[in-house]
C-alpha cells in the first residue's frame, strides 16, 4: 500500500494530499481496455499522471472491449487513483461481479459508484435472479460487457463533447450547473473531470488542463463570491441588525497590526491588562503581516503554510479581518488563486448537534455548492475559515478523539474539526483558525504552521481610523488631540471596537459640548456612551424629543435587567448568554429581543442557522461597566452590598458607603489574573458626584462626600504600601485616576525634579507611583538606566516591568542573588518583553546565577540580541551555559560582551562547542582581557571554521594569543568567512593577570594643582585636609578656592588605580580645562559636564556629574576604592576593595574627548587620600 505523500503535478505548490491505507475493495471489474499498457502500472488519479514506461504520446484508450482478459485481475479504485494488482495485495470480501442481462433495462437509469468501485446492493439483489447458477454461458457475459462498453463510450463521448464546447474561445465562462443530475450521476461526472484533467496535464497541456479546471468551477465560484460580497460588504459597528445604518467595510477598514509569532506560554491576565503591556511595547517586532498575505510563504520557510493559528484579545479585530480577507476574494481583489472560501464561526458550529460528513457540512452552511453538485474537493484550492475557536464548546480534545479520513463519512462536528485541523480529512486544505489568547493551547503545536497576533491598532493606525470615520478634518483633529490627553483612553484605543465606542461618544457630545467638558476617564467615557444609546431609542424608536430625558421608565428597566445579567455573568467568567441565563436575571426571549433591538451598541442577539440566539454584549468592557452599574446602583438605592456574602454592619472604621469600596478594593486584589481590574476601575469612578448627574433616574441622589473619597484614597494608597504585584500596583493607580487623585504620581515627579535621589526616603507606594509615571509616559522607554534610581536588587525587582518595556537595560546591581536572576531571567521569557539589549556589567552573579539566566535566554520567546556581561565575577564554568545557549536554535544573540572575565584557556574550550554550533548566530564576540593563550584561541579558530557564516568582529586583545592570533588575523582576508575584524593588540604575557589589576598604572599627586588647604605628603602619594593655610608658589594650574589637587599622569587606554581615604573626599576623574580659579560651584569635581566624581563618607557613597547629585544604597566605612577608567569605552566604574575583592559601587558611561586625569577633593580637614601600589 502506497502511503506516501506526493504533489500534484501542475497543482499549485501549497497543495499536497495523503492518501490513506488502502482498505478492503470490491472485487475485479472484469474491464479490460484493447491496449495492455496498464499492465504494470494503474492511473494515479489524485495525483493526476500515469506512471509511464514507454516515451512518447500513445494511443488513447479505445473505450472498453470485452475480447481480452488481460485486466481480469486489475480493478480501478477511482477514489484512491491507483490500480491494484491482487498479486500484491489482496482486497478484503467484496461483492463478485454481477453478470448483467441485456434484457434488463434495470441499470440504463443508474450510474456505477466511481468513489466505491461497485454497484449499489438493490441493483445486485434485483439482478441475481437473472443471472445463472454458473458462469458457463460466456456469450451473455459477452453481451453484457458489449452494453457496458456502450455505455461507457456513450458517457465519455458526451463529456467529451462538453468539455470540448467549454474549452472553445466562444463559449460562456462556466460549465452548465450539474444541479439536474441525481447524485451518482454528479459525482461520475466529477471523477471523469480528474480524469480528463490528468490526461490532459499528461499531454503536457497544461493551459487547457487549468482553463477547463477554472471554468468548471467558476460559475459556483461567482455564486459564492456574490454571497459572500453580499454578507460582508457592509459591517454594523455595533451588530448587524435590521435598521441599523450600514457602513462599508472597505470604507471603514484600517489596517491592523499583525505579527507573526506568538508566546509558548497562555497569558491568563485580564485582557485590559494584555493592551496595556502592548501599549508599553513601543518597540514593534521585525515581522509583520498584512491581511491578504496571511497565507503567504515566509522567506525563511520552505514549506507551504496549511494552517495559521491567529490570536489576539476580544475586540481587537480578528472577525472584521477574516470578514476583509473573504471580501478582497470576492471582490477579485486577492488571493485569486484559491478556488473557494468557506468562513465558518464556531458560535454557528456550535449549535449543530447532528452528525455530518465534511461535504454535508459545507454543503449545509453554503448551499450553492450542493445545488452545483460538488462532492470532490481534493483537487481544489480550499480555505476554511473558523473564527473564535475559544467560544467552542465543548473544547476540542485532541487526545481522545477517532481518526477520520473519508470526506463522506459522518460524524460529530467537534470530531469533524479535529480531523481537519490534524490534516487527517482533506490535507489539500487551508485552515486560518481565530482565538482568543487563552484558548490557542487548544490547536496541537504540530499542526500549526503559522501563529500569527493581531496587537490592534499602533498610534498612526488610530488616527487613521478616526480620520476615515470622520470626513470633517476640523472635528478628526479635534478627537484625535482629546484622546492623547487621556493615557486611560488612549490606550483602549488600542482595541478598535473601543476606538468605535469613542468616535460614537465623542461625535455626539462636539455637537453640544465643548471640547474641555468631553470624557477623560473610562467611566466617564462609559456613562456618556449609555447615554447616546439611551437618546438613540428615544428618538428613533420611541418618536421623543432628542431634549426629553434620556432616562425614560421603559429604558431604565432595560439598563436594570442588562446590569444584573452583566454582573451575574462575569461572577462566573461567561461571554456568551443563552435563552436560560437571561431568564435567570428576570429577562425573556422577547424582552432580550426588544433590548438587543434597542440597544444593538451594547447587547447583541445572534441567530444560527437554526434560529438559535445567543447574546452577549459587544466587548467584555462593556459588560464590565454594566456590572459596576449594577452594583453600584443597587448598594445606593437599597443598601445591599453584592459584593459581600454578609449583609451585616462593617467591623471596619470609616463610612459604610466607603467600606463598600474597600469590599471591592480587596475583591479585586484577591483576583489571581484581574478579571476584575476594570471592573473596580468603573466601580470607584462612578462613586464620584460628578458622574451622577447623567446617571440621575437610574440612581436616587447620594450623599456621596469628598471624606468617602478621601476615605477610599487612603485604604488604596495603604494597600500600595504592601507588597502587591506591579499589575495590580498598576491597576490600583489607574483607580486613583478614575478618582481624580493624583497625589503620588505629583510627588514622585516633584522628587524626581530635586535631582538628590534617596532610595530611603521612597516608601513601596512611590516606587509603585515611579513605575507607574515611567510605564505610562508618551517617550518610549529606549533605555533604562537602574543606575539612575539605585542599585540594590530590591529596587531592581520593584522596577522590572520597567526593564520589560525598554528597549535597552542597563543593570549594575552589587548583591545580586538568584532571586534577582530569577526575576531578570522571568523578563527574558515574558512574551512581552521588549528587550533586545541587557547590560550587566560589573556584576557578581555568580556560576549558578548565570545558568538561571541562561534558562531564559534559551526561552523562544526571549528576543535578547545583545547581552554584556563584562567584568562580572564568573569562572570558567560559566561558560557551560553561555555554550548551550549559543547552541539553542531559538538563540537570537548576535552580540556577546565577555571582557573581562577570568575565563582561562578552559573556559574559551567549553564555549568554543556553542560556537561551532549551527545554531549559533554570533556577529560580535568580545573576549578581550580574558586570560586566553595560544591554546584556548586554537580551540577558538576550530570552531569559527565549522561556523564561519556569522561572525563579523572578534575582539582578543589584552590577551596573549601567540601564533593562534595570527592564524585568525589570516583568515580575514578569507573570502568564505564574514569576518571583517580581528581586534590582538595589545598582547603578551603581561596581561595573564586575574581582575583589572592588570591596567595598574600608577599616578603622581601633582604639586602644581594642589589647594592651599591641603598638604602633600610622602612622596607626592598622600594628601590630607589641614586647617593651617600651606604656602605654594603660585601656578595657574592651582585651584584657588576648592580643597582639590589633581594626578600629574594623563590617562588613556585602559587603567587601574586605588585609594586609601579617610574622612569625606571626592575621588575624580576629569578634563585638564577645568575651572580653578574663583569660588564657583562649577570648580568642583562633578558639578560641570568635564569631570566625574564619587563622594566617599561616613554614612555611604555618592556620585556627582554635571552638578546632579545621586545618593548610592551602599554603607561605606573608611577603606579603600579603586577606580577602572576605559577611554575608548567611554566607562569610569569605582569599586570599594574588600580582602581583596572588587565591590561594584557605580559606573558613568560616556563618550571622553580628550584624555583624562585623576583627581581629588578633601571636604573638612583631617580627611585623607593615599595612593595605593599595586
Known amino acids: 500500500m502506497d502511503q506516501s505523500e506526493d504533489r500534484e503535478e501542475g497543482a499549485p505548490p501549497w497543495k499536497t494530499t495523503h492518501r490513506p491505507p488502502t482498505g478492503p475493495g470490491p472485487g475485479p471489474s472484469c474491464v479490460s481496455m484493447k491496449t495492455d499498457d496498464s499492465m504494470h502500472r494503474g492511473i494515479e488519479f489524485k495525483r493526476r499522471r500515469v506512471?509511464?514506461?514507454?516515451?512518447?504520446?500513445?494511443?488513447?484508450p479505445s473505450c472498453v472491449s470485452v475480447k481480452s482478459d488481460d485486466s481480469m485481475e486489475k480493478w480501478i479504485h477511482f477514489k484512491r487513483g491507483h490500480v491494484c494488482d491482487p498479486h500484491v495485495h489482496r482486497p478484503g470480501p467484496g461483492p463478485e461481479p454481477s453478470f448483467l442481462s441485456m434484457k434488463s433495462d434495470d441499470s440504463m437509469g443508474r450510474g456505477i459508484h466511481f468513489k466505491t468501485g461497485r454497484v449499489p446492493q438493490t441493483q445486485v439483489e434485483q439482478q441475481s435472479s437473472e443471472v445463472p447458477s454458473g458462469l458457463q454461458d460466456q456469450t451473455q457475459l459477452d453481451s453484457i460487457f458489449k452494453l457496458l462498453e456502450e455505455n461507457i463510450c456513450t458517457f465519455v463521448k458526451n463529456k467529451l463533447k462538453k468539455f470540448h464546447q467549454v474549452l472553445s474561445p466562444d463559449y460562456p465562462e462556466c460549465l452548465e450547473s450539474l444541479s439536474d443530475e441525481d447524485e451518482e450521476h454528479t459525482r461520475s461526472s466529477e471523477a471523469f473531470l480528474r480524469i480528463t484533467l490528468n490526461f490532459l496535464r499528461r499531454m503536457k497541456q497544461e493551459e487547457l488542463a487549468e482553463r477547463l479546471h477554472s471554468r468548471s468551477q467558476s460559475g459556483l465560484q461567482r455564486e459564492l463570491k456574490r454571497n459572500l460580497q453580499q454578507k460582508f460588504e457592509c459591517v454594523f459597528e455595533g451588530i448587524a441588525?435590521?435598521?441599523?445604518?450600514?457602513?462599508?467595510?472597505?470604507?471603514?477598514?484600517?489596517?491592523?497590526y499583525i505579527t507573526e509569532g506568538g508566546a509558548t506560554e497562555v497569558n491568563q491576565d485580564h485582557e485590559v491588562r494584555q493592551i496595556e503591556t502592548a501599549s508599553r511595547n513601543p518597540h514593534r517586532p521585525q515581522t509583520t503581516i498584512t491581511c491578504e498575505d496571511i497565507f503567504k510563504t515566509p522567506p525563511n520557510r520552505d514549506q507551504p503554510i496549511r494552517l495559521v493559528l491567529t490570536k489576539g484579545v476580544a475586540g481587537i479585530g480578528k472577525t472584521v479581518l477574516t470578514q476583509k480577507f473573504s471580501l478582497d476574494w470576492a471582490e477579485d481583489k486577492a488571493n485569486q488563486d484559491i478556488d473557494f472560501i468557506f468562513p465558518f464561526t464556531f458560535r454557528e458550529l456550535n449549535v449543530l448537534k447532528q452528525k455530518f460528513s465534511l461535504v454535508e457540512l459545507v454543503h449545509h452552511f453554503f448551499t450553492e455548492t450542493k445545488e452545483a453538485g460538488i462532492w470532490i474537493f481534493e483537487d481544489l484550492r480550499v480555505v476554511f475559515i473558523l473564527d473564535g475557536l475559544d467560544e467552542c464548546r465543548p473544547p476540542l480534545d485532541f487526545n481522545n478523539t477517532q481518526i477520520l479520513t473519508d470526506v463522506t463519512e459522518s460524524t460529530s462536528v467537534d470530531v469533524l474539526l479535529m480531523n481537519l485541523i490534524r490534516g487527517n480529512l482533506l490535507p489539500s486544505a487551508r485552515l486560518w483558525i481565530t482565538t482568543r489568547s487563552a484558548a490557542a493551547n487548544q490547536i496541537p503545536a504540530q499542526c500549526v504552521d503559522m501563529v500569527t497576533e493581531v496587537r490592534g491598532f499602533t498610534d498612526p493606525q488610530k488616527e487613521e481610523y478616526f480620520r476615515k470615520r470622520f470626513k470633517d478634518e476640523e472635528k478628526t483633529k479635534t478627537i484625535i488631540s482629546h484622546i492623547k490627553t487621556s493615557r486611560s483612553i488612549h490606550i483602549m484605543c488600542h482595541i478598535p471596537v473601543f476606538c468605535w465606542i469613542t468616535a460614537t461618544v465623542l461625535e455626539a457630545l462636539l455637537k453640544t459640548t465643548e471640547r474641555r467638558r468631553l470624557p477623560k476617564?473610562?467611566?466617564?467615557?462609559?456613562?456618556?456612551?449609555?447615554v447616546v444609546q439611551a437618546k438613540v431609542k428615544n428618538i428613533k424608536y420611541d418618536g421623543r424629543s432628542g431634549t426629553d430625558p434620556h432616562w425614560s421608565p421603559q429604558t431604565m428597566k432595560i439598563i436594570v435587567l442588562l446590569g444584573k445579567l452583566a454582573f451575574e455573568q462575569l461572577k462566573k467568567g461567561n461571554l456568551i448568554f443563552y435563552e436560560s441565563d437571561l431568564r435567570e436575571c428576570g429577562l425573556d426571549i422577547r424582552s432580550a429581543s426588544v433590548c438587543s433591538g434597542v440597544f444593538t451598541e451594547v447587547f447583541r442577539e445572534e441567530t444560527g442557522l437554526h434560529q438559535d440566539k445567543r447574546f452577549c454584549f459587544i466587548h467584555l468592557s462593556v459588560q464590565e461597566f454594566l456590572a459596576a452599574l449594577h452594583v453600584h446602583r443597587t448598594f445606593i438605592n437599597t443598601g445591599v452590598n453584592l459584593l459581600s456574602e454578609e449583609q451585616t454592619t462593617p467591623q471596619r472604621s470609616g463610612s459604610a458607603e466607603a467600606q463598600f469600596y474597600q469590599t471591592a478594593v480587596d475583591q479585586a486584589l484577591e483576583s489571581p489574573n484581574g478579571h476584575l481590574d476594570l471592573f473596580l476601575r468603573f466601580l470607584l469612578g462612578l462613586s464620584l458626584p460628578t458622574n451622577h448627574g447623567l446617571l440621575q433616574g437610574l440612581?436616587?441622589?447620594?450623599?456621596?462626600s469628598s471624606k468617602t473619597k478621601k476615605e477610599t484614597v487612603e485604604y488604596i494608597k495603604e494597600k500600595m504600601n504592601k507588597k502587591l504585584s506591579v499589575e495590580k500596583s498598576i491597576n490600583l493607580f489607574h483607580c486613583l485616576n478614575e478618582l481624580g487623585d493624583r497625589s503620588l504620581v505629583d510627588w514622585i515627579q516633584q522628587y524626581l525634579r530635586g535631582g538628590d535621589i534617596n532610595p530611603y526616603d521612597l516608601s513601596p507606594a512611590h516606587w509603585s507611583a515611579l513605575v507607574f509615571m515611567l510605564l505610562s509616559s508618551d517617550k518610549d522607554l529606549d533605555e533604562f538606566d537602574l543606575?539612575?534610581?539605585?542599585?540594590?536588587e530590591e529596587v531592581l525587582l520593584i522596577l522590572l516591568p520597567v526593564v520589560k518595556a525598554s528597549n535597552k537595560a542597563v543593570l549594575t546591581v552589587y548583591d545580586l542573588s538568584e532571586r534577582g536572576c530569577e526575576g531578570l531571567s522571568s523578563v527574558l521569557r515574558s512574551q512581552s518583553s521588549s528587550l533586545t539589549h541587557l547590560e550587566l556589567s560589573n556584576m557578581d552573579p555568580k556560576d549558578s546565577g548565570l545558568k538561571i539566566l541562561s534558562d531564559g535566554l534559551r526561552s523562544p520567546d526571549c528576543k535578547l540580541e545583545t547581552?554584556?556581561?563584562?567584568?562580572?565575577?564568573l569562572s570558567e564554568r560559566s561558560c557551560e551555559g553561555l555554550s548551550s545557549v549559543l547552541r539553542s536554535q531559538s538563540c537570537s544573540l548576535t552580540h556577546l560582551d565577555l571582557d573581562n572575565m577570568d575565563l582561562k584557556d578552559s573556559g574559551l574550550k567549553i564555549l568554543s562547542d556553542g560556537l561551532r554550533s549551527p545554531d549559533c548566530k554570533l556577529e560580535t564576540l568580545r573576549l578581550s582581557g580574558c586570560l586566553i593563550t595560544e591554546e584556548g584561541c586554537s580551540s577558538l579558530v576550530s570552531a569559527l571554521k565549522s561556523n564561519p557564516s556569522h561572525l563579523r568582529l572578534l575582539d582578543l586583545s589584552y590577551n596573549h594569543p601567540g601564533a593562534s592570533g595570527q592564524e585568525l588575523s589570516a583568515l580575514v582576508e578569507d573570502p568564505h568567512w564574514r569576518l571583517d575584524t580581528v581586534r590582538l593588540e595589545p598582547s603578551g604575557v603581561r596581561w595573564l593577570r586575574p581582575g583589572l589589576r592588570k591596567y595598574f598604572c600608577e599616578l603622581t599627586l601633582d604639586p602644581n594643582t594642589v589647594n592651599e588647604e591641603l598638604q602633600l605628603s610622602e612622596n607626592n602619594k598622600k594628601v590630607e585636609g589641614v586647617y593651617e593655610v600651606q604656602s605654594y608658589p603660585e601656578h595657574q594650574d592651582r585651584f584657588e578656592y576648592r580643597p582639590q589637587l589633581m594626578c600629574s599622569t594623563g590617562l588613556t587606554g585602559r587603567c587601574y588605580w586605588e585609594v586609601q581615604w579617610s574622612g569625606e573626599v571626592l575621588i575624580s576623574v576629569?578634563?585638564?580645562?577645568?575651572?580653578?580659579?574663583?569660588?564657583?560651584?562649577?570648580?568642583?569635581?562633578?558639578?560641570?559636564?568635564?569631570s566625574w566624581s564619587l563622594r566617599c563618607y561616613k554614612g555611604g557613597y555618592g556620585v556627582w556629574h554635571n552638578n546632579k547629585y545621586t545618593h548610592l544604597r551602599q554603607s561605606s566605612s573608611s577603606g579603600t576604592v579603586s577606580v577602572y577608567v576605559d577611554c575608548p569605552a567611554g566607562s569610569v566604574s569605582f569599586y570599594r576593595v574588600s580582602s581583596d575583592k572588587l565591590i561594584h559601587i557605580y559606573t558613568f558611561k560616556t563618550t571622553f574627548?580628550?584624555?583624562l586625569l585623576g583627581g581629588f577633593g578633601l571636604s573638612e580637614p583631617g580627611s585623607t587620600v593615599c595612593l595605593c601600589v599595586v
Open 51 to 60: 506512471p509511464q514506461t514507454q516515451p512518447g504520446p500513445g494511443p488513447g
Open 241 to 256: 441588525k435590521a435598521g441599523n445604518p450600514k457602513t462599508l467595510l472597505n470604507q471603514i477598514y484600517t489596517e491592523l
Open 521 to 530: 476617564t473610562l467611566t466617564d467615557m462609559y456613562i456618556h456612551f449609555l
Open 699 to 704: 440612581m436616587r441622589k447620594t450623599g456621596s
Open 787 to 792: 543606575n539612575k534610581y539605585s542599585n540594590t
Open 867 to 873: 547581552l554584556r556581561l563584562s567584568i562580572c565575577d
Open 1070 to 1090: 576629569t578634563y585638564r580645562g577645568i575651572r580653578r580659579k574663583g569660588d564657583s560651584e562649577v570648580c568642583g569635581f562633578g558639578r560641570n559636564d568635564q
Open 1153 to 1155: 574627548t580628550e584624555p
